[in-house]
């Protein structure tokens, strides 16, 4: 049975995207097959981070109003024979998303793959609700800072109460991924600690994604970091992320900075 996981923020600019693309290329080298779906109509960036910007012919808008079909509009991946992408419509807006043609669209993809990972856009507006409705897994990104956190604790609220599965009386499994953490500015005083968000959030702890240029570097060739350099700080860090998702119990890497030199060391965290 397809897993459907949406990646959410309340908050913009948190690093949403780029980690959808990282764990769905992530969950795909294992051999799973494995859908990334954009729901950020009008503004389109997934397909530019997974470098299929020039392959798009149809969109999820299309498939949503019969103007394509569902195989039409996915796009393989060139490295990674199980990842596919939907990408969103970059001329349309957001009203042309609806509840029937979204829910349509989810079922067929339940038919044809293992994990569907939901690019959500932020906040809590129309597409971001409909992102999430369908799903059985949460991922809320979060940057170490308390307007980041204080948005991501309202998206929760969403998750606990307008979702499909809490409408059902269920509750959607919820995860925390921590992007951009710089361990010297934690350590000054100048962003939260990890175990501030938690306490805040209070949902299990994914992953701790550390500030990379590497990241940056991936976006802008195209390829999700897991692929362009999956042995950097945060290739590993989207590595461990995945293979928690999939249930394994493994220790959390926490980034820490050394006395003068500004290198990643590890150190396990339950």
Known sequence: MAKVLVVTSGKGG???????AALGAALAQTGQNVVV???????????LVMGAERRVVYDLINVIQGEAKLSQALIRDKRVETLSILPASQTRDKDALTAEGVAKVIG???EKFDWIICDSPAGIERGAQLAMYHADYAVVV????????RDSDRIIGMLDSTTEK???????????LVTRYDPGRASRGEMLRTEDVL?????????????SEEVLRASNLGSPVTISSPQSPPARAYFEAARRLEGEKIDVTIPTERSGL?????KGRS
């Not at 779906?37 to 503004?43: A, C, E, K, W, Y």
């Not at 500004?262 to 590890?266: K, N, T, V, Y």
């Open 14 to 20: 948190v690093g949403k995207t780029t980690s959808t």
């Open 37 to 47: 779906v954009d729901f950020d109509v009008g503004l389109r960036n997934l397909d």
């Open 108 to 110: 067929e993809l339940r």
């Open 142 to 149: 979060a940057n170490p800072e308390v307007s980041s956190v």
């Open 166 to 176: 809490a409408k059902g009386g269920g509750k959607i499994e919820k995860y925390l």
């Open 199 to 211: 306490e805040i959030l209070s949902i299990p702890l994914l992953g701790i994604i550390p500030e």
């Open 262 to 266: 500004f290198g990643w060391l590890f």
